[in-house]
């Protein structure tokens, strides 16, 4: 078969790799799965990866590259795999949903990028196909709207993996700058202390006060929708019908549709809710969102400091800036799952900014202890 000139085999190599991880993740969900419809819509959904992958290992080789038939899932997909066997689906199924959305963008954009007849139209049934998943994905996990316009997924690892970033980048700055003001040890560990509780109170707290705003924003909403089809159901009929037609459906069609609905007013709420204002029902309850929030941030915000309760002062110091600095970039990775970069590009600039903290705590208790 004739050679195609192509030249961005790297991003193509990436787009396989995506569906050999998606492949691997939905089987995991399958697995997962008790509820045996649920694990068939998980099986299904990784047939069609297979699907993909198949497509994108046939396009390279007709470039001209080599494939490797054998290639695994990364890393970052089997810890994802182990998360869902020890958790269960809702603890990934939303950082999934997010992957699935930023497909259906990339695949539109590569295929609009892509000369070649052939790779474009597979892109473009692959952003077909990532944007059905991703609509299957939300409709299991009770949301609504088109998820590749805008995604803020991840429910409970998000909110464990940004509390556990929070407590441990502002602690281990403290730590830092307690350490260069060189105080004694019995200084630094209360410091330590405190700042842990401060910090896990802190985030706790601004977890579930931000939760609890947003449900109270989306309850006055609704109180709204109610009084609107109460009071003015003809136009509201209208609207619905309108959100129909912009769906597809034939204006006949959606009149009908809108007009039936307003016999049940409180099934029309529920439809404009989801159609209209767009408001899924929390992953978290604002008390559970801090409290996990919370927890998360004092685990991360302990690790600056547990090292001066096992080792003598001096050992401690280096053990704190290690594991310190380990777990900046462990957590920067863990963060790959909700921005879409590489788990090393993301775990490294972790790294960096744990890095650039430290130094400019030290500088700065350095400089407090001197003019104090």
């Not at 954009?109 to 790779?119: C, F, G, I």
């Not at 929070?166 to 105080?183: E, H, K, M, Q, R």
């Not at 809108?258 to 409180?266: C, G, S, V, Y």
Request: charged share 25%; no cysteine.
């Amino acid at each position: 078969m004739k050679t195609m000139p192509i030249n961005n085999f790297d991003k193509w190599k990436h787009h396989l790799q995506d569906e050999i991880d998606a492949a691997y993740l939905y089987r995991h969900l399958a697995q997962a799965e008790r509820d045996e419809s649920r694990r068939d819509i998980y099986l299904r959904l990784a047939l069609v990866e297979d699907k993909h992958v198949r497509q994108w290992r046939t396009l390279l080789r007709e470039a001209g590259e080599k494939v490797n038939d054998e290639q695994l899932p990364t890393a970052r997909a089997k810890f994802m795999g182990w998360l869902a066997q020890k958790f269960g689906t809702g603890f990934i199924a939303p950082s999934l949903l997010a992957e699935e959305a930023r497909e259906v963008k990339n695949y539109l954009k590569l295929a609009a990028e892509m000369p070649q007849p052939q790779a474009r139209e597979m892109a473009t049934e692959i952003a077909r196909e990532s944007a059905h998943h991703a609509g299957t994905l939300s409709k299991l996990l009770d949301k609504s709207g088109e998820p590749w316009h805008a995604v803020s997924s991840g429910g409970m690892l998000r909110s464990v993996v940004y509390g556990f970033n929070d407590g441990l980048t502002a602690n281990f700055g403290l730590v830092a700058g307690v350490l260069g003001a060189a105080v004694n040890e019995h200084a630094l560990l209360v410091a330590g202390v405190a700042g842990m509780i401060a910090d896990a109170l802190s985030m706790g707290s601004s977890g579930y006060l931000a939760a609890k705003s947003e449900a109270e924003v989306y309850e006055h909403e609704i109180a709204l929708e109610r009084e609107e089809i109460r009071l003015m159901p003809e136009i509201e009929v209208e609207e619905l019908a309108l959100i129909y037609e912009a769906k597809g459906i034939n204006a006949t069609r959606a009149q009908e549709m809108a007009q039936n609905m307003l016999a049940t007013p409180e099934q029309m709420l529920q439809e404009k809710i989801r159609e209209e204002l767009e408001i899924s029902p929390a992953t978290l309850t604002p008390l559970k969102d801090g409290v996990v929030t919370g927890t998360a941030t004092a685990f991360g915000a302990l690790i600056p400091v547990l090292p001066f309760f096992l080792f003598d002062f001096t050992i401690a110091i280096w053990f704190s800036f290690a594991m310190s600095m380990l777990a900046h970039f462990g957590v920067g990775a863990a963060r790959s799952f909700f921005t879409g970069r590489g788990v090393f590009r993301s775990g490294f600039d972790m790294f960096i900014v744990g890095l650039g903290v430290a130094a400019v705590g030290y500088v700065i208790g350095d400089l407090m202890g001197r003019l104090l």
